[in-house]
């Protein structure tokens, strides 16, 4: 809780910094624009601070540094906030009025946001298994090294890493609660935004807002150490300035949204689509609207976004050759990478999905509610013996599109239309993950509930009633299973973690049993969080660190084992293949045969040996 606090007080430095810095671009900005805009700038900057300590090798108690930097600006950030809301309240004549479903989509969104931060306060678990193998699995290896340095055998390590610097700084200064609640603010700064953009287009902003956090996979999403919330927010505001510098005619707003699109490039290579799509919709927008000086500064803005996403791609580029490691192999290569490793791994990225012919676009929207399966990770959990599934949209976006036939598009709403539909056709054919969605998400919410008010009593109350009835689903769902875990973990977090993690027995074993210098290889099995040893991941497909093609015998790849300094092997027997012919796992099955390899702990089918 304590590492929770720790951070949910640096976001709000974060915030009023960030709304300092913005002052001059926020001039007409609504309160909640200030908070969503502040608080991105700010936590961009701040990531990019702790960025540069951990290139200088400074990953230390200068982390305490860019905190103290924070304080004066933070200071004046709210200090002229709040002054200005006092203003705003006392030359307002008359209050907002708020109806009873208006104050109920309030209410449910709280609960939901609460219920996520609940996520959060519990240790990562099996829900959580990107942040277990790499998005806190690397941090904690920078910090253990004292800075950024090149890991071999985690290519991941190498994405753009905006967020997974704020989970550096979360470690370092409260634990893993501490990293992981980074990811939650992020959601409540797009929901926050979502809200005030929907007010923009003439919206009441809860029904935008409530669509949005009632989405099963960003209730998952925002209690889990992922990423795909970070490139959500910096996509939706880029997206949102430019339609107000378009609509107003304000440079400023565009500025704002080359410097929002310039974070989401920091966050994940997806943003570069986005960036593509939004640059052309955007130029196309101001030409029809024959607005030259626009033209000129949106085109600074697409340069000053590339500027501030290049940081990451220039550390690809040093540590690896590639700026877009491990991606674009053919063209840039990259290192301990091959052909074969790249040709793998596009084909496990068209795993997801169900097709790419025009037809399975035409049914998308159907199949992403009906049939979610195919396009998320297998997370899920079973309830009274029925599996349900975390990585879901549900069925609220999908209706949401149908909104505008009733109703129509605000002003300028066919542009933010195409951006979307741009976007959605460039992640159908690229990797059809519905957390990919996510980007996207606040867009369409926003503008297909823009005018639900004008949709007629009938549409707008089975709307409403859809929404109301996903997110007690939700409260439902994700209460079941996660609030009823919070005693048991509260009560033995040993118990609760051996429970729900597989491999946490065999790594809590080699933490407790095996010399601190000891150095393990791993086999389906890469998260590694919890392992506090030197460790490579062993699978050939991650890397090139181990040529297992030139070992030709078990003795040989036992030989090269010890050269390479490892002392333990860990198999993961639930994801190893019961039959295979691959020469590596048959020279590892001989290994054990041959006592070469001598079983030390096992448990829930992970097997833990030590090299004889």
């Keep these: 809780m304590l590492g929770i606090l720790i951070s949910s007080l640096l976001t709000l430095l974060t915030i009023g910094a960030g709304m300092w810095f913005l002052r001059a671009s926020l001039r007409n900005a609504s309160p909640l624009e200030r908070i969503a805009f502040g608080g991105a700038f700010g936590l961009g900057i701040f990531s990019y601070a702790v960025f540069l300590l951990g290139l200088l090798q400074q990953l230390n108690f200068l982390l305490a540094l860019p905190v103290l930097l924070l304080l004066p600006f933070a200071w004046q950030g709210w200090k002229h906030f709040l002054q200005d809301r006092r203003a705003q309240s006392i030359s307002q004549t008359q209050a907002e009025t708020v109806s009873p479903a208006q104050w109920l989509a309030r209410f449910l969104i709280i609960a939901l946001l609460l219920m996520s931060l609940v996520i959060v ?82 919206g009441k902003g809860e029904w935008s807002a409530l669509l949005l956090t009632s989405t099963p996979i960003a209730i998952w999403q925002a209690g889990v150490s992922y990423i795909d919330l970070s490139t959500a927010l910096y996509t939706a505001l880029s997206v949102f300035a430019l339609y107000r510098g378009v609509i107003e005619r304000e440079t400023k707003w565009l500025w704002a949204a080359g410097l929002m699109m310039g974070f989401a490039l920091g966050t994940k290579y997806t943003a570069l689509l986005s960036w593509g799509v939004l640059g052309v919709i955007g130029l196309a927008w101001i030409i029809v609207q024959k607005w030259t000086m626009g033209a000129r500064s949106l085109i600074g803005a697409g340069l000053l976004a590339l500027a501030i996403g290049a940081p ?55 199949n992403l509610a009906a049939h979610p399966a195919p396009f998320a990770d297998p997370l899920g959990v079973p309830i009274n013996d029925h599996p349900y599934l975390l990585g879901a949209s549900g069925a609220g976006h999908s209706a949401s599109l149908f909104l505008p036939v009733a109703s ?49 009593k009938g549409v707008k109350t089975l709307f409403i009633g859809l929404l109301t009835f996903q997110s007690f689903f939700c409260l439902w769902l994700f209460g079941t299973i996660y609030l009823s875990e919070v005693p048991s973990a509260l009560e033995d977090r040993e118990a609760y973690l051996e429970r729900k993690l597989q491999p946490y027995a065999a790594f809590r074993y080699i933490n407790q049993q095996t010399p601190a210098e000891s150095k393990v290889i791993l086999f389906d099995e890469p998260r590694c969080f919890y392992l506090d040893r030197d460790y490579l991941w062993g699978n050939p497909g991650h890397h090139r660190v181990i040529l297992f093609e030139r ?31 691959d020469r590596w796992r048959l020279q590892l099955e001989e290994s054990i045969q041959n006592g070469q390899l001598s079983l030390q702990f096992s448990s829930k089918r992970v097997e833990v040996y030590q090299i004889q």
């Design 312 to 366: 990451w791609y220039i550390k690809n580029f040093v540590f690896t050759g590639n700026p877009v490691y491990p991606f674009a192999y053919e063209l840039f290569g990259g290192r301990h990478w091959s052909a074969e490793n790249a040709v793998a791994y596009r084909g496990d990225q068209l795993k997801f999905g169900i097709g790419r012919s025009p037809t399975d676009l035409l049914q998308l929207p159907w």
């Design 551 to 581: 070992l030709e015998t078990a003795q040989t790849m036992i030989e090269e084992f010890k050269r390479q300094g490892f002392t333990h092997v860990v198999i993961n027997r639930a994801f190893a293949p019961s039959e295979t012919q």
């Design 121 to 202: 306060w519990l240790p990562p678990d099996s829900n959580d298994w990107d942040g277990m193998a790499y998005h806190l699995a690397a941090p904690k290896i920078h910090l253990s090294k004292g800075g950024i340095e090149f890991i071999p055998f985690m290519h991941q390590s190498n994405f753009p890493a905006l967020l997974d610097t704020l989970f550096l700084w979360g470690l370092w200064s409260g634990g893993v609660a501490g990293a992981k609640v980074f990811h939650w603010w992020m959601w409540v700064l797009t929901i926050l935004g979502t809200f005030a953009f929907a007010r923009k287009l003439g």
């Design 408 to 456: 129509g598009l605000p002003a300028g709403g066919l542009w933010l239309a195409l951006f979307a539909l741009g976007s959605a056709v460039g992640w159908f054919f690229l990797m059809q993950q519905i957390r990919y969605l996510l980007a996207i998400f606040p867009i369409t919410a926003a503008l297909t509930t823009a005018r639900l008010e004008h949709t007629g």
